[in-house]
């Protein structure tokens, strides 16, 4: 529209849930791993990147994906077929549907990072924009959510191979680092022990 500014215009954020791993470590996928409430990782996860602002929500599914679909109850899913690569498959799903779509960003959150809710994802969300690079930080240590504006997606995919996801890429890129240990932990648990710690 002639005469608008686009620094005014709010950028729509897709959220890109990762919960397609085996977890090998945790005897099985963490998609279906249930907190102390009962409620599985998959779809508190999911419902934090929904209530923290995402405009629309992807969760991307591999191992045991049946079982996991099922607990979304119909929410918005894709498989990836190549999980077994690493995260790099996974997330080249994820933002394959971004580009499909209208969102001018993604923030990609991890479905094994239970103490990281809504709070930590809106204030990732306020940094959202096309050039965008921003991750979350835990007392100055790079974590889960991360923010990527459009304007990376084209190279961030041609980067991605095996189980790194974009963790070179930002590195690199010099992302953003924006503290939110005020809110979480940011921890990924990865095994029964870390659970049962929680």
């Not at 085996?22 to 996860?45: E, H, I, N, Y």
């Not at 479905?111 to 096309?130: C, K, T, W």
């Amino acid at each position: 529209m002639a005469g608008r500014n686009r620094a005014d215009e709010r950028v729509s954020v897709l959220g890109i849930l990762l919960a397609a791993g085996q977890g090998t470590r945790m005897g099985q996928p963490k998609a279906l791993v249930r907190g102390a409430d009962g409620v599985p990782w998959l779809v508190s996860s999911r419902e934090a990147l929904v209530e923290g602002g995402c405009d629309r929500v992807v969760v991307v599914l591999g191992a045991e994906a049946g079982l996991a679909a099922e607990l979304l109850g119909g929410h918005a899913h894709v498989v990836a077929d190549d999980w077994g690569e690493g995260m790099s498959a996974t997330l080249r799903a994820g933002l394959r549907i971004a580009e499909g779509g209208d969102e001018e960003a993604v923030l990609i959150h991890l479905v094994d990072l239970p103490d990281v809710g809504s709070e930590v994802i809106r204030r990732i969300l306020a940094h959202a924009a096309p050039d965008a690079l921003v991750r979350a930080a835990y007392d100055d240590h790079p974590g889960h959510p991360v923010l990527i504006g459009e304007d990376h997606w084209r190279a961030l995919m041609a980067s991605l191979g095996g189980d790194e996801g974009a963790k070179h890429y930002l590195a690199r890129h010099r992302a953003t680092l924006v503290e939110c240990a005020d809110l979480a932990t940011g921890v990924d648990i990865d095994t029964p022990a870390e659970y049962e710690a929680t």
